[in-house]
């Protein structure tokens, strides 16, 4: 009988034993597991940020009154910036709609002085001095000389190599755009239409910038602006202003 309790208690002891020892190596690899799981969701977060979406919201030929200050009202309700080229003949006694730009931490970029399609580019040291004065314009009203330009119209069929080595020479960087909404060709085109031109087959993109007009004729824009914001909030896009730091974005270039 003694001998069968004895075997029994043995029995008993190495069982507890077995199990000690495979729960230990359970936990060891359930903490190898989490481990590995804490390094995926840190690496995950690094891919995740190096694949930031990114969209720069972008106004041509301001600054006016009404838009312009409707415009800057709707990205301060929303809390995001854009990026506005400004016309420089259209400054004067509208200084205060620039210094609400300005001071409201938007970007500012040259649109030349006049926005004179023939005067602009029937020479290139032509095109360069009315960005020049437009800058200084600019600098005048605010203090400060912004060097990002945009071609009126768009640089295509316009810039060379060596003609942008000219710019660069000059300090100035190119802004074209990948995204529009035809608000420039247009301005009457209806809200909802803005909007969908202003969204379609650009979710895939990991980088926008964006063109859009604040004219005091595009009051359509400023109606469709608040859906436009919302939809690239929704779908992952952070909302950044265009500064020298910004990567040039011009159209394919001629020779």
Request: glycine share 4%; charged share 25%.
């Amino acid at each position: 009988m003694k001998d069968k309790l004895k075997y029994i208690l043995f029995i008993f002891l190495s069982t507890f034993f077995i199990i000690s020892i495979f729960e230990v190596n359970i936990s060891s690899v359930n903490a190898s597991i989490n481990k590995l799981t804490n390094e995926q969701i840190v690496e995950n977060e690094k891919l995740t940020k190096h694949k930031k979406k990114i969209i720069y919201l972008t106004f041509d030929d301001g600054p006016s009154y009404k838009v312009t200050n409707k415009v800057l009202d709707i990205l301060k309700e929303n809390e995001v910036q854009a990026t506005f080229f400004l016309i420089g003949n259209q400054i004067k006694d509208k200084e205060d709609v620039v210094k609400r730009i300005y001071e409201e931490g938007n970007g500012i970029g040259l649109h030349t002085y006049t926005h004179n399609f023939n005067k602009i580019y029937s020479d290139e040291d032509k095109f360069i001095q009315e960005m020049i004065i437009c800058r200084r314009a600019i600098n005048e009203t605010i203090g400060v000389s912004p060097n990002i330009i945009r071609f009126p119209g768009g640089s295509y069929k316009h810039l060379s190599k060596s003609y942008l080595k000219k710019l660069h020479n000059n300090k100035f960087k190119v802004y074209d755009w990948n995204a529009e909404n035809s608000d420039g060709l247009n301005p009457q085109i209806e809200p909802y239409n803005l909007y969908t031109r202003a969204i379609k087959g650009n979710n895939e993109k990991q980088s926008i910038v964006l063109l859009l007009h604040c004219t005091d004729m595009n009051k359509n824009t400023c109606k469709a602006l608040p859906k436009i914001i919302k939809y690239y909030k929704s779908n992952g896009y952070e909302f950044k202003i265009i500064t020298e730091e910004t990567a040039e974005l011009y159209f394919p270039i001629k020779e």
